[in-house]
């Protein structure tokens, strides 16, 4: 890499949630600026006052913070700028370097019209271009004039992109691009243009859908004598049906997938692997992708999102959580179902159900058989398990339990084989109705795990209260 450090920045426009695409796009960013020990940007592009809204910023900054992409800089909003942008357009008045224009914007519609009828791209005709040797025409009467750039007409706009390689548009192509409005207003690009410029960005790292604006972004940079940076224009994010990620895949909202009960390290690894690869690897951490990322190994076609794959890594770091992390990651949602915890073993619980969830919320879930008010088997359940037979072997389980000292798992298994030794079963005759008996479902974890953690009194209580229900002490 080059000698100066680097300096990247995320640029988001505050008008919504942070989506996915935009999480990885600052993912980059951020890892590209932590791999160089360079310095990572933070710009909220706010000068669309109708569109940007604070609750938008406020949830664009609680995105970064879930995913923790912490920026060195920032958060800088574009709209404190505005004294700068008008301050770099004086300049480029001043300089010759771009000109008022008094033309109306149906003057402008005419002049595209009449080039696209000749055949010609579509662009404003230059009427007000000032040129050695050339009149302009009278300024018309009450018009605030647009101030536009002096885009060069001739020669090549080049750029060697970090994914999609050397990159040439002609500049016959582009349009002199208004920078201020008739109000005196900064555009878009012109303020993308002055920050990138101001903050010394040394890598514009965005989505592919800003390409188009590099060319004209650059010839004002070159206009300004400042540094071009490099640019890498990331491939958008297709759902699994080929078309754009939107909301018809499901969630696009980063913290959606946090209230859905996604891990954070899940989240940064999977949009780690969307549109970059490290050979074979899947499963890596936070670190190691600061180490690994390149831009090298970007891929340039768009990346596909695949929900199973992220619920395979989610499940993968739910695994990994200690006692305390998982504590504090389920604990609030066990509340948000008005789960009890108080005289439970919470964090056996937690653990007893930490391997077979894919998300936070399904393990929530499931946790509330112990946390829930209890729910007895419905009557067809119980008419289909509680056979005369399974409630013989029920009894038989229940007057040795009774006999305990020790509640223990290990004590509670070694019972379960005498009974099933005394009845001459196998272990669904006894398995499956103590299930439904003591939680009233036929899929738990382990069941002398489960008994063992529900507690001898709610244990016998419950099978008390299915054998008297069916005449049999
Ligand atoms: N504000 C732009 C967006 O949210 C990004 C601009 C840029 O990265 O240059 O799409």
Same mark, same amino acid.
């Given at each position: ?99 008022? $224009?008094?033309?109306?914007?149906? =003057? ?35 018009? *605030?004039? %647009? %101030?536009?750039?002096?885009?060069? *007409? ?36 012109? $303020?993308?243009? %002055? ?14 859908? !800003? ?20 640019? $890498?224009?990331?491939?958008?994010? +297709? ?5 754009? +990620? ?18 954070? =390290? ?11 690869? !490290? ?7 936070? #670190? ?26 989610? #499940? !993968?770091?739910?695994?990994? +959580? ?68 399974? +409630? ?29 030794? #005394? ?17 009233? *479902? ?6 002398? #795990? ?19 229900? *069916?005449?049999?002490?």
């Amino acid at each position: 890499m080059t000698t100066a450090t680097v300096r990247t920045r995320f640029a988001p426009s505050p008008t919504g949630y942070l989506h996915l695409g935009g999480a990885r796009t600052a993912l980059f960013s951020w890892a590209f600026a932590r791999h160089h020990q360079g310095q990572f940007i933070l710009r909220i592009e706010d000068t669309d006052l109708e569109r940007s809204t604070p609750e938008a910023v406020e949830a664009i900054l609680k995105g970064m913070q879930w995913l923790d992409l912490d920026h060195d800089e920032g958060p800088f909003y574009q709209t404190q700028h505005f004294e700068r942008y008008k301050e770099v357009i004086q300049q480029l008045l001043d300089e010759g370097k771009a000109y008022y $224009c008094y033309s109306s914007p149906e =003057e402008v519609e005419a002049m595209r019209e009449a080039a696209r009828a000749k055949g010609l791209k579509p662009k404003y005709d230059g009427t007000w271009r000032p040129e050695a040797g050339k009149t302009l025409p009278p300024i018309p009467a009450d018009r *605030q004039p %647009v %101030v536009r750039f002096k885009n060069p *007409q001739d020669g090549f706009v080049m750029w060697d992109d970090m994914v999609k390689g050397p990159i040439t548009i002609a500049n016959a192509e582009l349009d002199d691009l208004i920078i201020a409005r008739p109000d005196g207003s900064p555009t878009y690009n012109f $303020c993308v243009v %002055v920050d990138d410029w101001d903050m010394g960005i040394t890598h514009v790292i965005r989505g592919d859908d !800003h390409v188009n604006n590099t060319p004209r972004q650059i010839n004002i940079l070159e206009a300004l004598g400042a540094t071009i940076p490099v640019y $890498c224009h990331v491939p958008m994010i +297709l759902g699994p049906d080929g078309q754009k +990620l939107s909301k018809r895949h499901g969630a696009v909202s980063v913290m959606e997938y946090h209230h859905e009960g996604y891990l954070p =390290e899940a989240m940064v690894n999977y949009l780690a692997r969307l549109g970059w690869s !490290h050979g074979d690897d899947e499963i890596f951490s936070r #670190a190691q992708f600061i180490e690994w990322f390149n831009t090298d190994n970007l891929s340039k076609a768009a990346a596909q999102w695949d929900p199973k794959k992220l619920n395979w890594l989610n #499940a !993968h770091y739910i695994k990994q +959580l200690s006692d305390e992390e998982l504590m504090q990651a389920v604990l609030p949602r066990i509340e948000a179902r008005g789960g009890q915890t108080d005289g439970f073993d919470t964090v056996a619980i937690l653990n007893l159900f930490k391997d077979r969830a894919e998300t936070l919320e399904q393990l929530a879930d499931s946790a509330m058989l112990f946390f829930g008010p209890y729910q007895a088997a419905d009557e067809a359940l119980k008419a289909q398990v509680l056979t005369p037979d399974a +409630l013989a072997i029920l009894a038989d389980f229940k007057a040795r339990a009774e006999q305990l000292d020790d509640w223990s798992a290990e004590n509670l298994a070694a019972t379960i084989k005498e009974t099933l030794a #005394a009845k001459a079963v196998k272990m669904p005759a006894l398995g499956i109705p103590l299930r439904v008996a003591i939680t009233g *479902q036929k899929q738990t974890p382990s069941v002398d #795990a489960v008994l063992a953690l529900l507690g001898r009194d709610v244990v016998l209580a419950r099978l008390q209260q299915v054998l008297s229900e *069916q005449h049999i002490k």
